[in-house]
């Protein structure tokens, strides 16, 4: 039986993203089509932190680009943060139990083919622009966002 998850990514908290990222991986290892749409902050998550484009840009979206996190490992915690050292202790934490970083949750649902869409909307009023985004996101609006939800057997929002 064909299953298939869906995720709005709407966070663009560290461990929220993670939790994303583990169910994502999770799924496709049980053989489950997964779409994950990222809206708004959850754009963060998968900008690419090596590409940063200012041309064509207004200077209120220049400056959002400058402020906000380039990539997964610049994502702040949702809680107990303390200006990066409550982050710092996670990742030690993490580091000690063997368990994978956020980029490389991100990697392996890359590599095993999760559906990555990222919102028309959000990504014009965020002022990104495409080529600042990893390859394998799809700019997509709410009407084929909702037709892929409607469609799946899960739909969780992070």
């Known amino acids: 039986m064909d299953k298939k998850m869906n995720l709005l990514v709407f966070s663009g908290d560290y461990d929220k993203a993670l939790a994303a990222l583990i169910l994502a991986n999770s799924a496709r290892e049980m053989d489950i089509e997964v779409s994950m749409f990222?809206?708004?902050?959850?754009?963060?998550?998968?900008?690419?932190p090596e590409?940063?484009?200012?041309?064509?840009?207004?200077?209120?979206?220049?400056?959002f680009g400058m402020m906000t996190p380039k990539g997964p490992e610049e994502l702040p915690l949702s809680n107990m943060n303390m200006s990066g050292m409550g982050k710092a202790m996670l990742k030690a934490m993490m580091k000690d139990d063997e368990t994978p970083s956020l980029t490389r949750?991100?990697?392996?649902?890359?590599?095993?083919?999760?559906?990555?869409?990222?919102?028309k909307l959000s990504v014009e009023v965020m002022g990104f622009k495409e080529e600042e985004l990893i390859p394998e996101l799809q700019i997509i609006d709410a009407k084929e966002y909702l037709k892929d939800a409607i469609s799946s057997d899960m739909q969780l929002f992070i």
């Open 38 to 48: 990222f809206a708004f902050w959850g754009l963060l998550l998968v900008r690419d």
């Open 105 to 119: 949750f991100l990697q392996g649902a890359r590599k095993k083919g999760v559906n990555f869409y990222g919102c």
């Open 51 to 63: 590409k940063s484009i200012l041309d064509d840009k207004s200077l209120y979206e220049k400056l």
